[in-house]
């Protein structure tokens, strides 16, 4: 076919040069139209010309006759040239037309469905819940919205390529469709979250359990590729139109349907993976809660609403104040002082922790500078800051320039950080005790730390966790658990602490079971800087040297940060 002619599109800017544009198809029908006309406009001509010049033609051939007039042969050549261009250029031009609509057809197809699964894309998913909606609530039934999301399963493009984690993908999908009611919609909204859209009768949602029920057994079933086996589990949220009140189909729209089923499935997330949830109300209230909460850190950490508390700790024997442990809390203008149980977790998933803890750390480095040289100052790790190399050496240089002795410092990890990464783990403890830092083991006995970890590793200190220390107030004041922490103590010749020393019971329990330090509710809620400042001041254990004048400044660090600490680098 010709080349189309270059084409300038005049813009309300500039004047753009497309070349080769494609042609509008009503232009290319209406010269569809004329190519015809010109055709059958031949054909008429062909037939006025050639009933008198054919007979003498063939007059003149067998020498009967006189030779025909040149003008109407050259009339009927030009008509049989006419009908031949016509034909040829009607020809190209229906041809060029049915290659644009499939074309367009195959545009659309692209743009309604994925290329790898052949399942409906996130925006055509909308178009098709609405439509199903609509029969659905025809005929009186209720439609669920179902969203299906893959576990942890970047780990499997991480450890065996992308070919593998597509070639996963399509035989999901291929499971799952063949579970589907016929005419259910199925989509893939991106990466590795799914989606299906199916009527039921309304009132028995118990058929959509039973469906999702198959799609977990399903699924279940090992992935067997030529190169490998995969398993992988699998997390679903599920919304309805159909109302508590029994209204069907007036409640929800199709983007609120799939609004509500991410809420339920990240609830599903939430509880632990591998299982699934029906929308509830309050589920978008605690998503509304936690974006609140988010807001909040991102705003209160750029103004300072996150303070350090600190808790007591006592030798058993002496009764005498020992230490602190750093405690964060944030003051919140809106919500008021909030434990971290709350918000830690969220700092970690959205990637301020190691911001956070650092802020909280120079805080407690200066207020802790204050205090008696006698008394320790304890600060518990995330596993997320445990994850970063250069950890060990950040810290350092934050004692150096607070002028905070190592020697009184105590950092707390917990087991479930010995299980990621146990060489950097390592490498980063022999670290800070090579400059003096004390490392505990936190929480012991609630995680999965192996005696040969305890025997190799070089911790200072184990704290039995508050969940055991608890049983001692039970009648008889006696935990197994707690005594055999104790003894496996002593054997390893570490010290130990106990946590959550609430009543007389507990601690008279635990005096019975040797040397200890404890620290609980027992001793007193924990307290901001103010308040251990005013309690130590009445106790004559202060600082003089910081206290009585003008603080000391902290020192400043110059020079390459590598250099300031030996050892600090893992």
Not at 378 to 396: E, G, H, K
Not at 493 to 508: C, H, R, S
Request: glycine share 8%; aromatic share 6%.
């Amino acid at each position: 076919m010709a080349r189309q002619p270059v084409v300038l599109r005049q813009t309300d800017k500039a004047t753009v040069l497309l070349d080769n544009e494609p042609e509008n198809p009503l232009q290319a029908a209406e010269r569809d139209i004329i190519a015809l006309g010109i055709a059958v406009a031949a054909i008429i001509m062909l037939v006025g010309t050639g009933g008198s010049v054919l007979p003498k033609v063939m007059d003149a051939l067998f020498g009967d006759g006189s030779r025909p007039d040149v003008l109407l042969v050259n009339a009927l050549l030009l008509n049989i040239a006419l009908i031949i261009f016509g034909w040829r250029r009607y020809s190209e031009l229906t041809r060029e037309i049915a290659e644009r609509r499939r074309a367009e057809e195959r545009a659309k197809l692209l743009a309604a469905t994925d290329p790898l699964t052949q399942c409906l894309n996130r925006r055509s998913m909308l178009n098709a819940t609405e439509e199903l909606r609509t029969r659905a609530t025809m005929r009186g039934e209720a439609v669920a919205y179902c969203m299906m999301d893959l576990d942890n399963f970047k780990q499997i493009n991480d450890m065996h390529g992308h070919p593998i984690g597509d070639a996963v993908l399509v035989m999901f999908c291929e499971r799952a469709r063949a579970l589907l009611p016929k005419g259910a919609p199925m989509a893939r909204l991106g990466g590795d979250e799914f989606a299906f859209v199916m009527p039921y009768p309304a009132g028995y949602p118990e058929r959509v359990d039973d469906l999702v029920i198959r799609v977990f057994e399903t699924l279940a079933q090992p992935f067997r590729l030529p190169e490998l086996t995969v398993e992988i589990t699998l997390s679903i949220g599920l919304s309805t139109d159909h109302d508590a009140d029994g209204m069907i189909g007036l409640v929800v729209d199709a983007g609120t349907l799939m609004q509500r089923a991410d809420m339920a499935l990240y609830h599903a997330k939430k509880q632990g993976r591998n299982r699934y949830f029906w929308f509830e109300p309050s589920m978008e209230s605690e998503l509304r809660f936690r974006n609140q909460l988010e807001t909040g850190i991102r705003r209160g950490l750029a103004r300072g609403e996150f303070v350090p508390f600190y808790e007591q700790q006592v030798d058993l024997d002496s009764g005498e104040l020992v230490g602190f442990e750093m405690l964060a809390r944030w003051r919140s203008p809106q919500l008021g002082v909030i434990s971290p149980d709350i918000f830690v977790p969220i700092a970690e998933e959205i990637g301020l922790i190691n911001e956070m803890s650092e802020r909280l750390m120079e805080q407690a480095f200066a207020d802790a500078r204050e205090w008696d040289d006698s008394l320790t100052l304890s600060i518990n790790i995330s596993p997320v800051q445990l994850r970063d190399p250069w950890f060990a050496q950040r810290l350092l240089k934050k004692l150096i320039e607070a002028g905070f002795p190592p020697q009184r410092l105590e950092i707390e990890i917990t087991e479930s950080c010995l299980h990621e990464n146990v060489g950097l783990v390592r490498s980063m403890i022999t670290s800070l005790r090579n400059q003096g830092v004390k490392i505990s083991l936190d929480d012991f006995g609630t995680g999965y730390s192996s005696l040969e970890q305890l025997r190799t590793l070089p911790f200072d200190r184990l704290k039995i966790d508050r969940s055991f220390v608890s049983e001692l107030s039970q009648p008889g004041g006696r935990s197994r658990i707690v005594e055999a922490i104790v003894s496996l103590g002593r054997g390893l010749d570490l010290p130990l602490t106990a946590e959550g020393v609430e009543d007389e019971q507990i601690l008279e329990a635990l005096k019975s079971m040797g040397r200890l330090k404890a620290q609980g509710y027992f001793y007193g809620q924990p307290e901001d800087a103010e308040a251990v400042r005013a309690r130590l001041g009445a106790a004559g254990r202060l600082n003089h040297g910081l206290t009585a004048g003008a603080k000391q400044s902290p020192r400043k660090v110059s020079g390459n940060p590598s250099t300031i600490c030996r050892n600090a680098n893992p």
